[in-house]
């Protein structure tokens, strides 16, 4: 048998024995007895009497093993024009401190810290602070609103909040300040303590009392040791977008993984301590959290984190710049960012000018890797592109084309093939498996490999009817595809009303509930329509209040302004279009997948249960005259 099929058959067969191997790489403080614990489908645990500390392994282990020299993290960052490197022995010292400087504003074990932070080390060096000490972080993505970071700040109740003076966006200066006092306004309970970082680019006003100052703080902070946590404690909540407007708290807990992620740095990526990986994504989202920070730590890999864009900081070379410059071996980034290069240099000009000998392969996800961008990249790239598949919930990846075996071609339009640990299933609606080729709902098997979440923060219920209640044995991910005859994956969309921006993940109900407060709106749907760059953007369709009387063009501006105050600029809501009456079911239920496909061309099918027929008409007349037959949505 093949490697692949080889560990594809022990991770199924004997999964204990699978996983324990994987766990014998990693220094524990006490190693696992008891490797998988089963009460119920539903209720299982990995390493349950294990303990560890993940910090420990990202940098403590490596520096004890005599690495301190090698680099742990390499900072580029063309929009403040810095450069820094960090050894394995210089990072650790930093985060040792960074715990100490926790500690002694009252962090213990067990206590939540909330990083509202721009993509520099200090983010990284207080995420490994907070695993240092048993504490659990909540990373905000700097490009959400006040509103929504409140949202998170209640839900997760830090005792610390930890910030920066600003974050920059190609020239403009976004102050993260105000907003961090915004959001403190609008919670139910306020972080004891605020820590503000200042940069050059902007001055934070502190609150007596409240806030300090990052590097005061830093100066006098003691290094502590790290803090042995057993293996299912939490590591982090990471709040995601789900269907409704309130967000999943996804919680990741230490060993599983810590020990999942060693093992994808090698079965997925393939990337060998000393070698220097670089995931072009951002700490707020889940890859920076897998592919920036712990993955590559933990692997003994130089991380690579970019400030920055692909393009216009300055132009479109800028990967490449960084990928010869820094000799990259390893690249990972959104389908959206080769979009976005190709659009400014369709020729690869930029990319000639820089030597990429240095690379192994490059690893997309976020969103499908459209096949006119995979061939793109092929052409342009001298190494293997691959597409893989996988969510903040499982934290790593579940569909990949094989590394470990040669005989597994890369597909252009397939993720790949099931990473050995996850058993993957396409359901029908009523639950049946569906024949190779036929499309349905992409499950995974029950119980799921180790890494993966098994609750919600602080609702268990939620993770159960959400995840595991509609398909018994199965989890539900949100993602309709279909497998091929060969076991290829294909992964075709979402089948719920979660919105894809650009990689970036958003609930049509948080940006529905925005445009919804409008005095002049009776009723709204968001509905993400097709985007040549970002792969989808939001469109909000309005239905106005009878006695509104408002100029639609100022409507539209007061609309996009209140998404972008409300949700966050990264939501890039762009147009609102009024309507007479949205399609609905008989039931009531907006027809947003009609209005997706009406979008698309003029021909739908009529769902049967739509409760008048007529208002397709009138939708399908004002996608004409918006020009979305012609030239698309402008
Ligand atoms: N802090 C503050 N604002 C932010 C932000 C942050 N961290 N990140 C994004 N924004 C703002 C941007 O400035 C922009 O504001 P604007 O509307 O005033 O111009 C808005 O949010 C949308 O940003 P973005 O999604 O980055 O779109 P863009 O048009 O500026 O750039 C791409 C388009 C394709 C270049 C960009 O989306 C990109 O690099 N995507 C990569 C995707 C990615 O890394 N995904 C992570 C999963 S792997
Ligand atoms: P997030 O949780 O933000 O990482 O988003 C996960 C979602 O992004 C998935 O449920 C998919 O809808 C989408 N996604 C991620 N990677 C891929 C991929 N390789 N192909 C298709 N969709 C993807």
Redesign the pocket.
């Known amino acids: 048998m093949n490697a692949y099929l080889t560990a594809t058959a022990h991770a199924q067969d004997d999964p204990s024995d699978f996983w324990r191997q994987q766990a014998r790489q990693l220094d524990w403080m006490r190693f696992p007895q008891r490797i998988f614990e089963q009460q119920s489908p539903e209720h299982y645990q990995w390493f349950a009497d294990g303990q560890l500390n993940t910090c420990h392994l990202a940098l403590d282990r490596h520096v004890l093993a005599g690495h301190g020299e090698r680099l742990a993290l390499i900072y580029d960052s063309p929009v403040s024009g810095q450069q820094r490197r960090l050894s394995y022995g210089q990072l650790l010292e930093q985060v040792a401190r960074c715990a100490g400087m926790l500690r002694a504003l009252g962090v213990e074990q067990g206590d939540r810290v909330v990083l509202y932070m721009?993509?520099i080390p200090e983010a990284v060096i207080a995420m490994l602070a907070c695993a240092r000490l048993g504490a659990v972080h909540s990373v905000v993505?700097?490009?959400?609103s006040a509103v929504e970071l409140a949202v998170r700040i209640d839900d997760a109740r830090p005792k610390v909040l930890l910030t920066a003076s600003c974050?920059l966006?190609?020239e403009?200066v976004?102050p993260?300040k105000p907003l961090v006092d915004q959001a403190l306004e609008r919670v139910a309970q306020a972080p004891a303590r605020v820590v503000v970082l200042a940069r050059p680019q902007a001055h934070a006003q502190l609150q007596a009392g409240r806030d300090v100052d990052w590097d005061a703080l830093m100066a006098s902070a003691d290094a502590v040791p790290p803090v042995p946590v057993m293996s299912g404690d939490p590591l982090y909540v990471l709040h995601t977008s789900g269907t409704t407007g309130k967000p999943k708290g996804v919680v990741r807990d230490n060993g599983g993984h810590a020990v999942a992620l060693n093992y994808s740095m090698q079965a997925v990526y393939d990337a060998q301590p000393g070698e220097v990986f670089w995931?072009?994504?951002?700490i707020?989202?889940?890859?920076?959290h897998s592919y920036i920070v712990y993955g590559p730590l933990i692997r003994g890999c130089t991380t690579l984190l970019y400030e920055g864009?692909?393009?216009?900081t300055p132009d479109a070379g800028a990967f490449w710049r960084v990928i010869a410059e820094h000799r990259v071996n390893v690249f990972?980034?959104?389908p959206?960012?080769f979009?976005?290069?190709k659009r400014e240099d369709p020729h690869g000009r930029l990319r000639q000018e820089h030597d990429l000998s240095c690379l192994k392969a490059v690893y997309?996800?976020?969103?499908r890797l459209d096949p006119a961008t995979y061939d793109w990249l092929r052409a342009s790239l001298p190494c293997p592109v691959i597409d893989h598949w996988w969510q903040t919930e499982t934290g790593w990846p579940v569909v990949s084309t094989p590394r470990i075996d040669a005989g597994y071609p890369v597909r252009s339009g397939s993720a790949g093939l099931p990473v050995p640990g996850y058993q993957l299933a396409v359901l029908d609606d009523q639950g049946d498996p569906v024949p190779p080729g036929e499309p349905g709902n992409i499950v995974l098997r029950l119980p799921l490999p180790p890494g993966v979440l098994n609750t919600l923060w602080q609702d268990r219920q939620r993770f159960l009817d959400s995840y595991l209640g509609t398909f018994p044995g199965y989890y539900l991910s949100g993602d309709g595809g279909y497998v091929d005859a060969q076991g290829y994956v294909f992964v075709m969309g979402r089948i719920d009303d979660v919105i894809n921006?650009?990689?970036?993940r958003l609930s049509s109900g948080s940006l529905e509930q925005a445009l919804g407060e409008h005095p002049a709106v009776a009723e709204c749907a968001v509905v993400a329509l097709d985007d040549a760059?970002?792969g989808e953007v939001p469109v909000g369709f309005v239905v106005l209040k009878q006695d509104a009387r408002v100029d639609p063009g100022q409507l539209e501006q007061e609309l996009v302004q209140r998404v972008?105050e409300q949700v966050?600029?990264?939501?890039?809501l762009r147009r609102v279009l009024v309507l007479k009456r949205l399609p609905k079911t008989r039931s009531g239920k907006i027809l947003r997948k009609t209005i997706r496909s009406l979008a698309r061309g003029p021909e739908v099918a009529v769902p049967a249960t739509i409760e008048d027929v007529q208002v397709l008409d009138e939708l399908r007349q004002l996608f004409a005259e918006q020009g979305f037959y012609g030239a698309g949505p402008g």
């Open positions: 721009p993509m993505f700097g490009g959400f974050g966006e190609y403009r976004v993260y995931a072009a994504s951002d707020g989202w889940v890859v920076g864009k692909p393009v216009r990972f980034t959104a959206t960012a979009r976005a290069i997309v996800a976020g969103e921006v650009a990689g970036h760059l970002k972008r966050g600029a990264l939501a890039s």
